[in-house]
């Protein structure tokens, strides 16, 4: 439990703070039948003593005899979608983890409609990205295609692009990309985000010629694609150790004159025009009508570099290719690095299960981005299969810790969307009036430091090597952690719990959470004792792993409260806790 008390410490002040907050208010869910069957068998029995038992799943009375345990239906939900709905867990309880993730992998990408090319002038929202936005969180919260698109928001924050710097109209394609991609081949995953205009503006690749005489191409695409999103600065081992020399130093996967030459090898890109066929001379971005918006970039052949170009591990482009040969041939060489499937194994990783695994996990599911047992290299059905299926991931499942450092913290896009499906949220927001998602969604999770899209650098929103002070654990997503932006999230949370998302005296009702008296849940606050109302909430939100002292911290809080501030306090209180925010 070090990685949790760890967190506790710096937790627990704000959180103390924050709780004052809590005030009584409205909000709005549409009951599930099958759950309020169930609901009324839950169990008074308390819950674990504490979370490193050998079993620590409460007798909730949702389990019965199903092929998955509730703990493990909660954990698998966890990682590979944004958060259990009531539904998904019985579901997942019923067919199991295997049969779960081949439906996913079944599911269809859902597709953002383009935007608007002109002006907003109509709606609640005058920004390009309102609509996108809308979309997006749409599917995260409501869709089915839920190990899709959370793959692609992890994807999204290695493949960086940000709308503070690119036209958000770009976005729909880019996202697009990464979802379609996202169960497919990392190859062609790096073609695509190679060709995107969305990056062709952000690292500068649309419109990089062939340089005159001593002047160098544009050199920031073809770092980055090497740096940050695929095979890092050091050589790496399979388990993701460093590489070292005789003398004990880390090797550097690449040198200043091999990315020189990768530039030259991106040279001779340019915006496709809107319909995708290509322009006879350079398209240039431009406010009005950006070129391009859902097309891939096109090739002008006079732009193109056709000098001889000297790759990773003495890897030669022949002078005279085309720009698309050579394009081919540069990422080709950097897919087939030794340092490529650690490198993405230990970010997926991260990302979904857990941010210290081992190198043995590393390892394994570096192995299958190598070979997908048909010998096939970057096979992304096999690479999240062997993330969600390693025995480290799957170790907790019936109970107990078994990694005081285990998990990850949720990241505060992962902790809204979370609790919005765990609570069955819903809307009624229609384009163009959805400023919902634009003003409290935008500006809330602003103030936490990571608003969907929008990142400070190509670094993303944090780096995955930060560690916790004094510590070699690895923690990224703490990076950004701090008392103020806890009381935020407490402050908010409160917002969307008891005021309906209302901000500046004006209720956002397009989008609710029913936790009032008349709800599922206040029926069950009237008809249930606290205990089993909070041991309800603890099957759905922490699948059945409160710690006694918690529990009874939360049923003491909620004695003798009407039925809707019962319900509002208990979900705060749990929602906002360390042990809801780390997903262990």
């Known amino acids: 439990m070090t990685y949790v008390c760890r967190y506790s410490m710096r937790f627990m002040r704000s ?36 979370a490193s038992q050998t079993n620590a799943v409460v007798s909730t009375g949702w389990d019965s005899t199903t092929t998955t345990s509730l703990q493990a239906a909660g954990r698998i939900l966890n990682q590979a979608s944004f958060g ?18 081949d439906a996913q992998f079944k599911q269809p990408a859902y597709i953002i409609p383009a935007a608007n090319p002109q002006t907003v002038t109509t709606g609640d929202c005058q920004s390009f990205s309102c609509d996108t936005e809308y979309y997006w969180w749409n599917d995260v919260i409501f869709g089915s295609d839920q190990l899709r698109q959370r793959v692609a928001f992890e994807l999204s924050k290695l493949f960086v692009v940000s709308i503070d710097t690119v036209d958000p109209r770009y976005l729909p394609n880019y996202l697009n990309l990464l979802s379609q991609d996202a169960f497919g081949n990392w190859f062609n995953l790096m073609q695509d985000v190679a060709l995107s205009p969305a990056m062709g503006t952000y690292l500068n690749m649309a419109n990089s010629t062939t340089p005159t005489a001593g002047q160098s191409a544009n050199e920031n695409f073809a770092r980055e694609m090497m740096q940050l999103f695929s095979i890092g600065v050091y050589a790496l081992n399979q388990d993701g150790s460093l590489k070292l020399d005789g003398n004990g130093n880390p090797i550097a996967n690449y040198t200043s004159a091999q990315v020189q030459n990768f530039a030259l090898a991106y040279t001779g890109w340019t915006f496709a025009n809107n319909d995708c066929s290509a322009p006879s001379s350079a398209n240039y971005y431009w406010y009005n009508l950006p070129p391009g918006q859902s097309c891939p970039m096109t090739v002008l052949p006079y732009a193109h570099s056709t000098v001889s170009k000297t790759l990773l591990r003495g ?13 081919t041939g540069a990422l080709t060489n950097i897919f087939n690095d030794p340092s490529m499937p650690p490198f993405v194994a230990q970010h997926l990783i991260q990302s979904l299960v857990k941010s210290n695994p081992s190198p043995a996990y590393i390892s394994r599911v570096a192995a299958a981005f190598t070979d ?11 690479i999240i299969t062997a993330i969600l299926m390693d025995p480290e991931a799957r170790a907790d499942d019936n109970g107990g810790i078994s990694d005081a450092n285990g998990g990850k913290l949720r990241d505060p896009i992962l902790w809204w969307a979370s609790v919005m499906r765990a609570m069955g949220a819903t809307s009624t927001a229609t384009v163009p009036n959805v400023a919902f998602f634009e003003q409290r969604f935008d500006l809330w999770l602003a103030d936490l430091d990571e608003r969907p899209h929008v990142t400070p ?18 923690a990224p997503e703490f990076q950004n952690e701090n008392t103020l932006t806890i009381s935020q999230m407490a402050e908010h949370m409160q917002d969307a719990i008891t005021d309906n998302w209302s901000e500046n005296g004006v209720t956002a009702t397009e989008f609710a959470m029913n936790l009032t008296a008349n709800s599922f849940w206040g029926e069950a606050a009237r008809t249930a004792t606290p205990t089993n109302l909070v041991n309800a909430l603890d099957a759905l939100l922490l699948h059945g792993t409160m710690t ?37």
Not at 457 to 474: A, E, I, M, N, R
């Open 548 to 584: 006694q002292g918690m529990q009874q911290a939360i049923v003491t809080s909620i004695q003798g409260l009407d039925p809707a501030t019962m319900v509002r306090c208990a979900v705060y209180l749990i929602v906002t806790s360390p042990q809801y925010r780390l997903m262990m």
């Open 84 to 101: 259990p709905t009531i539904n998904d867990v019985f579901a997942v309880e019923s067919s199991g983890i295997a049969s779960y993730l």
């Open 457 to 474: 650098s190509v670094f993303s929103y944090y780096s995955p090597s930060f560690q916790l002070q004094g510590t070699s654990t690895y």
């Open 15 to 50: 959180l103390t703070r924050a709780a004052s907050l809590f005030t009584v208010g409205l909000a709005c869910v549409h009951a599930d039948a099958q759950l309020a069957t169930t609901l009324s068998t839950v169990s008074t029995q308390p819950a674990a003593q504490t």
């Open 372 to 382: 997908n047992g048909s010998g096939v290299r970057g096979d992304m059905k096999a």
């Open 315 to 327: 890897t030669v482009l022949p002078a005279g290719q085309s720009a698309q040969q050579d394009l």
